[in-house]
């Protein structure tokens, strides 16, 4: 149950927008579409900001959406706002592994 | 609105049980899985397990030799035990749900314990 991979760091300009990738193999993915992000803040518990592959829960900014393709799903966050300074995990269900977690990215507003 | 809250010792000496709890607050208790999830310092996210309200539980095949997660209905808590503990194992421990039906996306989490092994 390897994790599943993302780049370290991600930077972007206020305004801007940016993409994190999370890959993995399709046993990691499974065929399914429970594919989760989360936004962390230092010292924070994780929070929920995409389910379902691109599915928002109520409350989450619609600056944040995720897609899939194939066995990489990703994250894009539009109109970059200094809050959106964190760390970022993808994660994958499946019924065989349950859940495995991406490696992490730190996303930085410049 | 359903809250988690957790306690549990947060300094252990290398070879003693790890043992943290979680209580489930103005929510059902049934028909949800509940999770454990760590996170070493300056690390990345690593799910432990899980279990349902009936005791039915799933495993991290890494961490599956050493951890029991076991459920107080009675109580609407549960609870993590891992035997041997390592610095290796030192991490802030959550544990979490999805709740809201999220496909999995868990939705609501405890604020973490930081548990610390150490001579």
């Known amino acids: 149950q390897s994790a599943l991979t993302q780049p370290a760091s991600v930077s972007g300009s206020p305004g801007q927008s940016i993409t994190i990738s999370c890959t993995g193999t399709?046993?990691?993915?499974?065929?399914?579409?429970?594919v989760s992000w989360y936004q962390q803040h230092p010292g924070k518990a994780p929070k929920l900001m995409i389910y379902d592959v691109s599915a928002r829960p109520s409350g989450v900014s619609n600056r944040f959406s995720g897609s899939k393709s194939g066995n990489t799903a990703s994250l894009t966050i539009s109109g970059l706002q200094a809050e959106d300074e964190a760390d970022y995990y993808c994660?994958?269900?499946?019924?065989?592994?349950?859940?495995?977690f991406g490696t992490g990215t730190k996303v930085t507003v410049l | 609105q359903v809250q988690l809250q957790q306690w549990g010792a947060g300094l252990l000496k290398p070879s003693e049980t790890l043992s943290l709890t979680c209580a489930v607050y103005g929510g059902s208790f049934s028909g949800y899985y509940w999770n454990w999830i760590r996170q070493p310092p300056g690390k990345g996210l690593e799910w432990i397990g899980e279990i349902n309200h009936s005791g039915r539980t799933n495993y991290n095949p890494s961490l599956k030799s050493r951890v029991t997660i076991s459920v107080d209905t009675s109580k609407n808590q549960f609870s993590l035990k891992m035997t041997s503990v390592t610095a290796a194992d030192t991490a802030v421990y959550y544990c979490a749900t999805d709740y809201h039906g999220y496909y999995h996306g868990m939705d609501v989490w405890g604020q973490g314990t930081t548990v610390t092994v150490s001579s």
């Open positions: 399709s046993s990691d993915f499974g065929g399914y579409n429970y």
């Open positions: 994660s994958s269900y499946t019924s065989s592994s349950r859940y495995v």
